[in-house]
């Protein structure tokens, strides 16, 4: 069973869509980390987030502790965010990788 | 600009031999470098922690002396697959940790490993 759980797997928007993408986990984290992987496979890290919330223009990611779970979400989509989105979970000692999610959005 | 920069970022190499990939941080010093491989649509799996001046970190399940990690210095870190498979075909990254943004990373850009 993988310790991180990401849904959906795949995600087609079109282009203006607020898009969310979900990620929940099992184990006692330090940190949490959502990355972006462009199709040629550079990873960008997006945030890195123990509690709350963080914005970077276009993007926000959510935190909520007792509940295990972090949002990633994406408000005007544009076709250049096409990418897959990991989250990862940092538990002091080791990394957790959420499966991806494979996101689309058409002009 | 890029911060990781990793060398070669593509290669193909016959079975049996043994392929070296380069982490590098550029402009800023790493004493801790991890390395990941990632199999085609599969996500991304730890493999070590790269110490610079000490031995490396492996992760359970992978041989240590199949992946050697040499951090030679405080701004490069290397890969050495040894006695490489086709299953050790994949993706290969590293990351650094970022400067004054504790907990983040930069991560490299990737090598691409095939092995006939």
């Known amino acids: 069973k993988n310790e991180v759980e990401q849904s959906p797997q795949n995600l087609t928007a079109q282009e203006g869509e607020f898009i969310t993408i979900n990620c929940s986990y099992s184990?006692?984290?330090?940190?949490l980390h959502w990355l972006q992987q462009h199709p040629g496979g550079g990873i960008v890290s997006l945030f890195m987030?123990?509690?709350g919330k963080k914005k970077h223009g276009r993007l926000i990611a959510t935190i909520n502790i007792q509940e295990k779970h972090s949002s990633l979400h994406i408000t005007a989509s544009h076709p250049r965010d096409s990418a897959v989105y990991i989250c990862?979970?940092?538990?002091?000692?080791?990394?957790?990788f959420g499966t991806g999610t494979s996101l689309t959005v058409i002009p | 600009g890029a911060v990781v920069s990793q060398h070669p970022s593509w290669v193909i190499c016959k079975s049996g031999t043994s392929v070296k990939i380069e982490c590098r941080s550029l402009?800023?010093?790493?004493?801790?470098m991890f390395w990941y491989r990632q199999f085609p649509k599969q996500s991304l799996m730890l493999m070590a922690t790269?110490?610079?001046?000490?031995?490396?970190?492996?992760e359970q399940g992978v041989e240590k002396d199949k992946f050697l990690i040499n951090h030679a210095s405080l701004t490069l870190s290397t890969l050495t697959v040894t006695s490489a498979h086709p299953e050790d075909s994949s993706f290969y990254i590293c990351?650094?940790?970022?400067?004054?943004?504790?907990?983040?990373?930069?991560f490299g850009p990737g090598t691409r490993l095939t092995v006939t």
């Open positions: 990862a979970w940092d538990t002091g000692n080791q990394f957790y």
């Open positions: 790269s110490n610079e001046g000490s031995k490396a970190t492996y």
């Open positions: 402009d800023f010093q790493a004493t801790t």
């Open positions: 184990v006692g984290i330090s940190a």
């Open positions: 990351s650094a940790p970022a400067r004054g943004r504790e907990g983040e990373q930069y």
């Open positions: 987030l123990s509690s």
